[in-house]
């Protein structure tokens, strides 16, 4: 189901993304299908938001968030789905409601895969620039909302 990718240092990562995605012409040329996009992006914001905990997150809530990014609720639903047949995510269901977690597998891959990318930051930038970074990112992010949400 993933593909065991060797870094540098020898360590086995886990390979969560299937390359037929991103490449699904015959010749091998990049499509920019909306589809791996919207798997991308719904991945990065389910592990930002549960990844410590693998919560369960319903079904609604995914759609929602992706549509915050410009994502139509049909391809949400259609992107949640192959998630799940791709094994990153698993599904709960309670009568009519689904809810979806990482799996557990996806989740470990995703952890190593955020340490060895912090590690790396950490042995290149100068501990003092990365709060500065932070600082500053985080200032844009919180005024970039508000301008969405209250403007």
Do not use: K
């Amino acid at each position: 189901m993933y593909a065991l990718v060797p870094d540098c240092a020898g360590v086995d990562l886990v390979n969560l993304f299937d390359p037929a995605e991103f490449f699904s012409s015959d010749d091998g040329s990049w499509t920019g299908s909306g589809s791996s996009r919207g798997q991308g992006l719904a991945e990065t914001l389910i592990a930002d938001y549960t990844l410590l905990t693998r919560a369960w997150l319903p079904s609604t809530a995914i759609v929602a968030l992706l549509g915050e990014f410009g994502v139509a609720s049909a391809a949400a639903r259609t992107t949640i789905s192959r998630m799940a047949r791709r094994g990153v995510l698993e599904r709960s269901r309670h009568g009519r409601y689904s809810s979806y977690r990482l799996t557990q597998e996806a989740s470990d891959g995703l952890s190593i895969g955020g340490g060895l990318i912090g590690a790396y930051v950490a042995r290149i930038i100068p501990r003092n620039v990365v709060r500065i970074l932070v600082v500053a990112v985080g200032a844009v992010l919180t005024i970039a909302f508000a301008r969405r949400y209250w403007f």
